[in-house]
């Protein structure tokens, strides 16, 4: 998985360039589009602006599958559960940073984890097999995680030199790779990085038309 980090220049404090929009593209070895990879950046330096807000955290369970595949969120987010199918989930985790249990609940019912432990944690249904997703819990301040075409703008990031650690449900190891010294520049700048993905994907597939039934 090849790793392209280009630096837009954003704000200006002064004459002084102060943070920059980080536009990500993330392509595999065959130069395809990788949606699903998660950047969380943590900085060599202390900030002297508070990191971008991110939207309210949600797992929906829609359409017997969980939206969205891979949720990133900052330690000590709670992350609503809501259920829009018109039949009951049982939503679980036995991930070391955050094992949990959802007990069943039903149509337009919604539950609450609060995520404080840094970590990937996996989630699945207790009556529904092919239900997968992944919440990707970070101690960065910093987090983007791309789309359908492999990219993402990570707006107002503020002006100096971070680590950047990526995340991939298809990683080939449990280790979160890191480019490191990766600097957020006034004037620009790239970023190349490799991450070795498995062959065989971590995809969440919907029910056969009469599994559940």
Request: hydrophobic residues 40%; glycine residues 8%.
């Amino acid at each position: 998985m090849k790793i392209r980090v280009l630096m837009l220049v954003m704000g200006l404090m002064g004459s002084q360039v102060s943070a920059a929009d980080l536009l990500v593209e993330i392509q595999d070895g065959k130069g395809q589009p990788v949606p699903n990879a998660v950047l969380s950046f943590a900085p060599k330096f202390p900030l002297t602006q508070p990191p971008p807000q991110m939207d309210g955290a949600e797992m929906r369970q829609q359409g017997t599958m969980f939206s969205p595949f891979v949720l990133p969120v900052r330690a000590g987010t709670t992350v609503s559960f809501p259920n829009f199918d018109e039949f009951r989930h049982q939503v679980y985790s036995f991930s070391k940073p955050k094992r949990f249990e959802l007990r069943l609940y039903g149509q337009d019912e919604s539950k609450t984890i609060t995520f404080d432990n840094p970590g990937i944690v996996a989630l699945g249904c207790n009556i529904h097999d092919n239900m997968l997703a992944y919440i990707y819990v970070s101690e960065h301040p910093v987090l983007a995680k791309t789309g359908t075409n492999g990219t993402v703008l990570v707006q107002g990031v503020e002006v100096g030199e971070y680590d950047i650690h990526v995340w991939h449900p298809d990683l080939t190891s449990g280790e979160v790779p890191v480019l490191t010294g990766v600097a957020v520049p006034a004037d620009g700048g790239e970023a190349r990085g490799q991450v070795n993905l498995r062959s065989i994907r971590s995809v969440q597939q919907p029910p056969a038309e009469d599994e559940y039934n």
